[in-house]
């Protein structure tokens, strides 16, 4: 997209929020978005561009940290599976616990 083809978009958008939609992995609902907070000109190497600088700083993660992160995550839900099995268990021995203890209080 260049200037022109951005100032005709812009002549018929009255008043609308700019933002840059961003993907937001689990999301539900409408589209995930960082808002807009100036615009400015490049200079030097990256003369002959527009920036759209965000409230929120953006970059780009290439397929080797998608895949790091995919694994991180998936292994998270085994330990959080792994830590809710504990937890039953816990709580199981130590009704277990009670009750071997009362039987035992109740034959002294």
Known sequence: MNT???ILKLQYADDLQVVIPVYRV????GTSYVNVKSVTTGFD???G?????TEERLREIDRDEIKTL???YEELGWK???ISNLKRENKRLKER???LESK???KD
């Open 49 to 53: 561009r527009i920036f759209l600088n």
């Open 97 to 99: 616990i009670k009750e």
């Open 80 to 82: 959080q599976y792994a």
């Open 4 to 6: 022109n083809e951005l």
């Open 45 to 47: 190497w990256d003369a």
């Open 104 to 106: 035992y209080e109740s």
């Open 70 to 72: 995919q694994d991180k």
């Open 26 to 29: 689990g999301s539900v609902g």
